[in-house]
């Protein structure tokens, strides 16, 4: 059969991605990709310590970053993104901007980190009050919010797991209830740290039932990774990616009814039923589970059983 009438493959943009040796979730971040760019990953060297910020150190250290930039480079991607928070955060705003600095001159390839992303999201939904949600140590997130509070972002509460190991295993569950502990205080915007966390489908759910932004690492991280490439990230109702989204659940509220007009010659009508409409509380609930149901259906009888979102089962961390 003669298929040289499809005239190949389409052409692809190419973001390069730099992942820790233990990062789990290439998945999650196909899942903020269009179809018109692909992502091409490598990780950092293995070294036999448990997440916390010596581990951060290690991971990001320059040598380390020219070293994977520069296998990227064969593949020509057009930006290169660092996607791992805490080696990111680890040295401060001067350590952040000093590692984009090393990934750019290895290759002369636009480069971006985690954390770097993270003010940028920030700037762009206006938010300067956040509460933070981590699975880490207290060491580790203290580091996050001493990274904040040097770029001028007060943290109004966190909740973290103090976990060192197997992150991508936390469900949702875990994250919301933290979210719920994180937000007393009103803050602007909630971030949940860390890559190798799981966030695509919580973070609609969040912001319905919170109303607030909520943004997460790999979240952000494509975010400002696409639009380098003049590229929007692809996301059920997330404010960061959507206006309609970050103008808040009033957006959502259907146009009034017209009021129905009679000719002069015609009889009398009975009042019409107003048409069925549907809450944007429900709306929003509903926003980026497939099933339609609302957070609270996730995995009922965890932790006796779990299923992860590749379809396994597996049982979480203790």
Not at 69 to 80: K, M
Not at 94 to 115: H, K, Q, V
Not at 196 to 219: G, K
Not at 291 to 299: H, I, M, R
């Amino acid at each position: 059969m003669d298929v040289s009438f499809l005239g190949g493959p389409q052409p692809q943009r190419g973001v390069g991605i730099v992942a820790p040796f233990d990062f789990a979730l290439d998945r999650e971040l196909w899942r903020w990709v269009p179809d018109d760019v692909s992502l091409h990953l490598t990780r950092t060297p293995f070294v036999p310590v448990e997440v916390s910020l010596d581990q951060a150190r290690l991971v990001s250290e320059h040598e380390t970053l020219r070293e994977a930039v520069q296998a990227l480079y064969a593949v020509a991607p057009e930006v290169v993104a660092y996607a791992c928070t805490s080696g990111s955060f680890v040295g401060g705003t001067a350590g952040e901007r000093s590692m984009t600095a090393a990934m750019e001159a290895a290759c002369e390839i636009t480069s971006l980190t985690t954390s770097g992303a993270l003010l940028a999201a920030l700037q762009e939904i206006g938010a300067r009050r956040v509460a933070l949600v981590t699975p880490y140590t207290k060491s580790v997130t203290d580091s996050l919010e001493d990274y904040l509070g040097e770029a001028g972002i007060a943290v109004t509460g966190r909740s973290y797991l103090g976990l060192t190991k197997e992150i991508w295993r936390v469900p949702y569950r875990d994250v919301v209830d933290m979210a719920r502990e994180a937000v007393a205080d009103a803050p602007d915007a909630l971030f949940i740290s860390c890559t190798n966390l799981p966030t695509y489908d919580v973070i609609p759910q969040l912001e319905a039932e919170l109303r607030m932004p909520v943004l997460s690492a790999n979240q952000v991280t494509m975010w400002d990774a696409l639009r380098r490439l003049g590229k929007e990230a692809v996301g059920p109702y997330q404010a960061l990616l959507d206006p309609v989204a970050r103008r808040g659940p009033a957006a959502m509220t259907p146009s009034p009814t017209l009021p129905v007009t009679q000719p002069e010659s015609a009889e009398p009508v009975e009042s019409v039923e107003p048409a069925l409409t549907v809450e944007p509380e429900a709306a929003l609930a509903s926003a980026g589970a497939e099933s339609g149901e609302p957070l609270e259906g996730f995995d009922p009888t965890y932790p006796s059983s779990y299923t992860d979102e590749w379809g396994g089962g597996s049982q979480p961390p203790v």
